[in-house]
């Protein structure tokens, strides 16, 4: 079913936005993947953060909809996620900032978009 495809695409996009959304105090404990370790301060990036809300909130709300969309709906989601100016489309996250991570996050993001741009003309 449409909707569900494009609730995963947005979990998808706010799971790729996610790590970019927490600060972290000097000195303060985090997970690196083995055990924890020492973090330098690190600032959460504040677009993304507001990305990954504003994703997650759309995610929220169709999903407790149910099964259809409306045509309203589906125009806003489109220029949400792919418009121009102001869109996701438009945004980037810092690659001078958050190096290797952000670029990797960037290339899975504009991945994601194109193939909910494609399911949500295919549903119009």
């Not at 790590?19 to 990036?45: C, I």
């Not at 945004?91 to 504009?110: S, T, V």
Request: with cysteine; glycine share 6%.
């Amino acid at each position: 079913m449409e909707i569900n495809e494009i609730i995963n695409y947005l979990r998808e996009l706010q799971a790729e936005l996610e790590p970019f959304t927490h600060a972290v105090n000097s000195g303060e404990l985090v997970w690196d993947g083995k055990q924890y370790a020492r973090a330098e301060k690190k600032a959460l990036d504040v677009f993304a953060f507001n990305w990954w809300n504003t994703i997650r909130v759309a995610a929220d709300l169709l999903e407790a909809q149910g099964d259809s969309l409306s045509i309203k709906q589906l125009k806003y989601i489109e220029a949400m996620i792919c418009g121009g100016m102001g869109s996701l489309a438009d945004y980037q996250i810092d690659e001078d900032r958050w190096g290797e991570n952000a670029k990797n996050a960037n290339e899975k993001i504009h991945k994601i978009r194109g193939s909910l741009y494609r399911i949500l003309q295919l549903i119009k």
